[in-house]
């Protein structure tokens, strides 16, 4: 038995190197890989199946539109129709909804102070339109 156990020896230090190397190999090859993805260009199609953001607006846009005609004195939502409009640099589409807001709230001096910031900045771009159509 002793004879047994001591030729065993040899081979199960053979079996458990082979074994830990394999181990090690597969471990290294799997990491390298993905490695190398993370490198990689990302594919085309996932590029253009992102949304623009100004087509992101329009559905929000769209979401408080129809808020709005359930509840037309929905303030939340005239606010945040109003933020998405300015994003979309949509003043003249703005201006109702502040108006709205200010009638809602006349105590309300930020409102005012915006509405009127607006119908400048609608002015402002009006006269400069008219000038460079001269």
Same mark, same amino acid.
């Given at each position: 038995?002793?004879?047994?156990?001591?030729?065993?020896?040899?081979?199960?230090? *053979?079996?458990?190197?082979?074994?830990? @190397?394999? *181990?090690?190999?597969?471990?290294? *090859?799997?990491?390298?890989?993905? *490695?190398?993805?993370?490198?990689?260009?990302?594919?085309?199609?996932?590029? /253009?199946?992102?949304?623009?953001?100004?087509?992101?607006?329009?559905?929000?846009?769209?979401? +408080?539109?129809?808020?709005?005609?359930?509840?037309?004195?929905?303030?939340?939502?005239?606010?945040?129709?109003?933020?998405?409009? @300015?994003?979309?640099?949509?003043?003249?589409?703005?201006?109702? @909804?502040?108006?709205?807001?200010?009638?809602?709230?006349?105590?309300?001096?930020? +409102?005012?102070?915006?509405?009127?910031?607006?119908?400048?900045?609608?002015? /402002?771009?009006? /006269? /400069?339109?008219?000038?460079?159509?001269?």
């Amino acid at each position: 038995m002793t004879q047994n156990t001591s030729s065993q020896k040899p081979l199960m230090r *053979f079996l458990i190197i082979l074994s830990g @190397l394999a *181990f090690a190999g597969t471990s290294i *090859f799997g990491m390298a890989e993905l *490695f190398m993805k993370g490198f990689q260009e990302p594919p085309k199609n996932a590029q /253009t199946a992102t949304p623009s953001p100004n087509s992101q607006l329009k559905e929000i846009e769209k979401g +408080y539109e129809r808020v709005l005609q359930r509840e037309p004195e929905n303030q939340f939502a005239l606010q945040k129709l109003v933020e998405i409009r @300015l994003q979309m640099n949509d003043l003249q589409g703005a201006i109702p @909804l502040m108006e709205k807001l200010v009638k809602l709230n006349p105590d309300n001096a930020q +409102y005012k102070a915006l509405l009127e910031g607006i119908k400048q900045r609608v002015g /402002t771009e009006g /006269t /400069t339109e008219k000038k460079g159509g001269r």
